[in-house]
T-cell receptor, first 108, second 116 residues
Framework: AQRVTQPEKLLSVFKGAPVELKCNYS??????LFWYVQYSRQRLQLLLR??SRESIKGFTADLNKGETSFHLKKPFAQEEDSAMYYC??????????FGKGTLLTVNP | IAGITQAPTSQILAAGRRMTLRCTQD?????MYWYRQDLGLGLRLIHY???????GKGEVPDGYSVSRANTDDFPLTLASAVPSQTSVYFC???????????????FGEGSRLTVL
């Protein structure tokens, strides 16, 4: 069974500081990993996926198979980054399994 | 605007009552999902459907039922609501067609349900 672990429920940083949201996964096959974001009063939306190897809104995430991790990073946090972030994995059954989420607060 | 529409946006319900949360999508996606979002527990899959006419159980299916009579609609029914079903419910859809199957889920705005 798939499992996604986000160890931090809450993360608070100051504007301009680096931010890293941790995500570890447990899956025996080759998972697809995603980060979803939910801004205040907005619907949940895809931020980025590991297959694309892209940077969205300054965020990047690298899949580390050795450590089974997919941490989300941004070198300089902005106040508008404050949101709930969910890491998710998809297995061969096409269903997404989400972590419990990390609420990021970026203070001015 | 194309996407997913959920109704109602908010509802207060007495325990024991029957409730159906509606979900409609106009993107012709094969797959649809129902998740519940609870503080500290994240998003948990209740039921899913990979194509019209088929449904499957997710992580927390007890007390809920779904149907998928056509591509666009995926209602979630609570036959006899209990207070532990107080939550925010999200419907989502995803294309599973070859070439579109990126894994991205498109979410509705959620339905906040309170069971007293």
């Amino acid at each position: 069974a798939q499992r996604v672990t986000q160890p931090e429920k809450l993360l608070s940083v100051f504007k301009g500081a680096p931010v890293e949201l941790k995500c570890n996964y447990s899956y025996s096959g080759s998972p697809e990993l995603f980060w979803y974001v939910q801004y205040s009063r907005q619907r949940l939306q895809l931020l980025l996926r590991h297959i694309s190897r892209e940077s969205i809104k300054g965020f990047t995430a690298d899949l580390n198979k050795g450590e089974t991790s997919f941490h989300l990073k941004k070198p300089f946090a902005q106040e508008e980054d404050s949101a709930m972030y969910y890491c998710a994995s998809r297995g061969s059954n096409y269903k997404l399994t989400f972590g419990k989420g990390t609420l990021l607060t970026v203070n001015p | 605007i194309a996407g997913i529409t959920q109704a109602p946006t908010s509802q207060i319900l007495a325990a024991g009552r029957r409730m159906t949360l509606r979900c409609t999508q106009d993107m012709r996606h094969n797959a649809m999902y129902w998740y519940r979002q609870d503080l500290g527990l994240g998003l948990r899959l209740i039921h899913y459907s990979n194509t019209a006419g088929t449904t499957g159980k997710g992580e927390v299916p007890d007390g809920y039922s779904v149907s998928r009579a056509n591509t666009d609609d995926f209602p979630l029914t609570l036959a006899s609501a209990v207070p532990s079903q107080t939550s925010v419910y999200f419907c989502a859809s995803s294309p599973l067609n070859r070439g579109e199957n990126t894994g991205e889920l498109f979410f509705g705005e959620g339905s906040r349900l309170t069971v007293l």
